[in-house]
């Protein structure tokens, strides 16, 4: 399950990274992209953001299973 979704968070990153890149003249093989970033250092930085989002979606699903597993033992344990 991890790969897929770390897979989906570098994607999604590049998509909104590279949505403003252009050829900076005609008959070259370099792509300019926001913030003047090459194509190559804007899918190096989606990957750094999807590694950081991915961290941060870990997280949460840990602490929400933590919580609810909680609440499931309190709830047994009253009943």
Do not use: D, H
């Not at 979704?5 to 403003?20: D, E, K, T």
């Amino acid at each position: 399950m991890a790969v897929p979704l770390l897979l989906v968070n570098w994607f999604v990153a590049a998509l909104i990274l590279q949505s403003s890149c252009a050829l900076p003249y005609e008959g070259g093989n370099i792509t300019e992209c926001a913030a003047g970033l090459s194509e190559e250092e804007t899918n190096a930085v989606a990957g750094l953001v999807a590694s950081a989002l991915f961290a941060v979606q870990a997280w949460s699903i840990i602490v929400l299973a933590l919580r609810s597993g909680g609440k499931k033992a309190r709830l047994s344990a009253e009943g």
